[in-house]
């Protein structure tokens, strides 16, 4: 079955400390990798892809085929990073499954 | 920069009544998407849509459960008769190509329907 685990639901890290968002899948195939990120008040909106191997607002992702993840890294964490950040893996069929999420807190 | 929109923000309905949401997807993208959120819950797969035609459902999109797309420009997301537990924040989203190419969704701001 087509899973999706992101383990820490809440994650509270210090500004300008690093940030790793977990994120571990099980799927058959080679999915397409993606980390959507929701701020508070906002609509749930892309954050990066692997297949663009690009770094958004200081977030880069690596995709490791031998552990099945896709960790979401930033080295300084910033306070305006608070929010929801959901990893989403897309296969052949139509759809994405979200994980749970993880809401990622910076402290001042 | 074009956005997907969706209406209405909220709906309040009874239970066994019927719902239609509506949502407006970017012009010029090919695939759609409904997706449900049940508060403090993931967001969830509902349905994809793809040359008039539903491309793949989730156990979820039973046949309480319908989509159409009217015309050209919306696509609607219909629960024939609400259960409490239909509750729940609805987000429609668009892509200009399938996922598995790299095509990003991009997302509406949601519908919250209460079911009463």
């Known amino acids: 079955a087509q899973r999706v685990t992101q383990p820490e639901k809440l994650l509270s890290v210090f500004k300008g400390a690093p940030v790793e968002l977990k994120c571990n899948y099980s799927?058959?195939?080679?999915?397409?990798l993606f980390w959507y990120v929701q701020y508070s008040r906002q609509r749930l909106q892309l954050l990066l892809r692997?297949?663009s191997r690009e770094s958004i607002k200081g977030f880069t992702a690596d995709l490791n085929k031998g552990e099945t993840s896709f960790h979401l890294k930033k080295p300084f964490a910033q306070e305006e990073d608070s929010a929801m950040y959901y990893c989403?893996?897309?296969?052949?069929?139509?759809?994405?499954?979200f994980g749970k999420g993880t809401r990622l807190h910076i402290l001042p | 920069e074009p956005e997907v929109t969706q209406t209405p923000s909220h709906q309040v309905t009874q239970m066994g009544q019927e719902v239609i949401l509506r949502c407006v997807p970017i012009?010029?993208?090919?695939?759609f998407y409904w997706y449900r959120q049940i508060l403090g819950q993931k967001v969830e797969f509902l349905v994809s849509?793809?040359?008039?035609?539903?491309?793949?459902k989730s156990e979820i999109f039973d046949d309480q459960f319908s989509v159409e797309r009217p015309d050209g420009s919306n696509f609607t997301l219909k629960i024939r008769s609400t259960k409490l537990e239909d509750s729940a924040m609805y987000f429609c989203?668009?892509?200009?190509?399938?996922?598995?190419?790299?095509?990003?969704?991009?997302f509406g701001p949601g519908t919250r329907l209460t079911v009463l």
């Open positions: 989203a668009s892509s200009e190509l399938t996922g598995i190419r790299g095509s990003a969704q991009y």
């Open positions: 799927y058959s195939g080679s999915p397409e």
């Open positions: 692997h297949i």
């Open positions: 989403a893996p897309w296969n052949r069929d139509d759809k994405i499954i």
């Open positions: 012009s010029n993208h090919l695939y």
């Open positions: 849509f793809y040359n008039n035609e539903i491309s793949e």
